[in-house]
């Protein structure tokens, strides 16, 4: 590893019952401070009362808890973009892109209504499934409950209308395929990161740790010089009304969303 420092936004997807001995594992795998590791929440599964209370324990432990999508499953009929999405990238989770605008409103409204009613404090940030946003309107992103609504690309700030790039480092490989590709994406970013100093987001699934790039995994959060969390990176970047080129060398730079376009996220 390279002696540059790497900032780093770690997150941990598809937390669940089902995956909570597995997540539990993780983060004692990782060893970070709670306040750097974003849980992403999954409200629509079966949450017995001893799941609430674990979910309870790692917020006051410090962890911040984003919404994640409600069922984590696609509803038929797909489209042949959702269909070519599920083939490539998503598998059949991303359940957004089942949806019309109004659909997935619908849904992270009632992920968010989620966490209200069973007395957790949602985070500022909604990462979809896959981080397949889906077809929204910037009219429709602006009414998300979520100030912070994260893609393959980057993060969405619904209030001040922009959208920020940052690198993305994910370890979910199945396949060697996945692996190939992971293993070269990532290096990408991990070094566009450590030059430009943008913070990395380093993804997370429940199983990364029995998967093909399991050996990576710990090395890189090792690299971490700071992790920390969304809310600290995404309030105080400086917004660049006027440019597309997205990022200077040094500054992470924002910029507002074109007039009339529709925000496609993925
Ligand atoms: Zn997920």
């Known amino acids: 590893m390279r002696s540059e420092p790497l900032t780093a936004l770690v997150s941990i997807h598809d937390v669940m019952p089902e995956t909570r001995t597995r997540v539990t594992a993780m983060l004692a795998r990782l060893k970070l401070p709670a306040q750097a590791v974003t849980l992403l929440v999954v409200p629509g599964k079966d949450w017995q009362a001893e799941d609430l209370d674990w979910l309870r324990a790692l917020q006051e432990a410090g962890h911040p808890l984003a919404g994640h999508g409600w069922s984590h499953r696609c509803q038929p009929p797909m489209t042949l973009y959702h269909r070519l999405h599920s083939a490539l990238l998503s598998r059949d989770v991303a359940e957004h892109l089942s949806f019309s605008g109004d659909g997935i409103q619908r849904l992270v409204w009632d992920c968010y209504r989620w966490f209200i009613r069973n007395g957790l404090t949602p985070s500022p940030l909604y990462v979809p499934p896959a981080w397949a946003l889906g ?97 600290q990176v995404l309030t105080n970047v400086k917004v660049d009304p006027g440019s597309l080129s997205l990022l200077s060398t040094t500054t992470l730079i924002s910029f507002k969303y074109p007039k009339k376009t529709r925000q496609k996220g993925g």
């Not at 910037?138 to 100030?147: E, T, V």
């Not at 970013?189 to 993804?203: A, L």
């Open 135 to 231: 077809a929204l309107t910037p009219a429709q992103l602006a009414g998300l409950p979520f100030r912070y609504v994260e893609t393959l690309s980057g993060v969405h700030d619904t209030h001040k209308h922009t959208f920020t790039r940052l690198p993305l480092a994910g370890f979910e490989a199945d396949t060697a395929f996945r692996a190939w590709t992971l293993r070269f994406f990532n290096a990408i970013n991990i070094s566009q990161s450590r030059r430009s100093g943008t913070p990395i987001r380093i993804g997370l699934h429940p199983d990364d740790f029995e998967l093909r790039l399991a050996g990576e995994i710990t090395p890189l959060i090792k690299a971490v010089t700071k992790a920390v969390a969304y809310p």
